[in-house]
T-cell receptor
Framework: KAGVTQTPRYLIKTRGQQVTLSCSPI?????VSWYQQTPGQGLQFLFE???????NKGNFPGRFSGRQFSNSRSEMNVSTLELGDSALYLC?????????????FGQGTRLTVV | GESVGLHLPTLSVQEGDNSIINCAYS??????FIWYKQESGKGPQFIID?????DKRQGQRVTVLLNKTVKHLSLQIAATQPGDSAVYFC??????????FGTGTSLTVIP
């Protein structure tokens, strides 16, 4: 079974631009969560999608958004990029919608804003 | 906000010794916990999980202990190997599949 796939692995963007990151979950998994990882703040929850609906949302500004497609693939978008958005963005895939189960992470997308 | 803190940011052990990494959580409603291992340049790798109806769970060379009374969990790694060197995170659940993470403990195994 293929793992969680995130693309691209690396991105360099300029302040003010926008960016879209992609995540393909493990086959059969319907829940996709996104996290931001920085040295200072650690892993912080952005949002979770389940069956194309945002089910949970963390404390990030509206510049951070996401969506999920019918095949469970998910994208997250960050608009009007700021230097502080430089981070590793991780996507986690989970199978069950009703009870917590293992969440498996992808390798992440390393975003650098210059 | 919710927090899962770790008692030590770094831990060094001799190869072959046992390692114990501790974690304290704040949300009493959390009933599911996961330990992750993250190596440089990689995403977090699932190690072991435990639900709140258990006090202990064992895997291959790893054991997780959960003390709900003091909201504490620990990860024990037996016969630590150089390949175990990484940052270890504990995570506790909130609603849905939302997890909150600790800042991590960096484990260094000395050959």
């Amino acid at each position: 079974k293929a793992g969680v796939t995130q693309t691209p692995r690396y991105l360099i963007k300029t302040r003010g631009q926008q960016v879209t990151l992609s995540c393909s979950p493990i086959s059969g998994h319907r829940s996709v969560s996104w996290y931001q990882q920085t040295p200072g703040q650690g892993l912080q929850f952005l949002f979770e999608y389940f069956s194309e609906t945002q089910r949970n949302k963390g404390n990030f500004p509206g510049r951070f958004s996401g969506r999920q497609f019918s095949n469970s693939r998910s994208e997250m978008n960050v608009s009007t990029l700021e230097l502080g958005d430089s981070a590793l963005y991780l996507c986690a895939s989970s199978g069950s919608g009703t009870e917590n189960t293992e969440a498996f992470f992808g390798q992440g997308t390393r975003l650098t804003v210059v | 906000g919710e927090s899962v803190g770790l008692h030590l940011p770094t831990l060094s052990v001799q190869e072959g010794d046992n390692s114990i990494i501790n974690c304290a959580y704040s949300n009493s409603a959390s009933d599911y916990f996961i330990w992750y291992k993250q190596e440089s340049g990689k995403g977090p790798q699932f190690i072991i999980d435990i639900r709140s109806n258990m006090d202990k769970r064992q895997g291959q060379r790893v054991t997780v202990l959960l003390n709900k009374t003091v909201k504490h969990l620990s990860l024990q790694i037996a016969a630590t190997q150089p390949g175990d060197s990484a940052v270890y995170f504990c995570a506790g659940n909130l609603t849905g599949n939302q997890f909150y993470f600790g800042t991590g403990t960096s484990l260094t195994v000395i050959p």
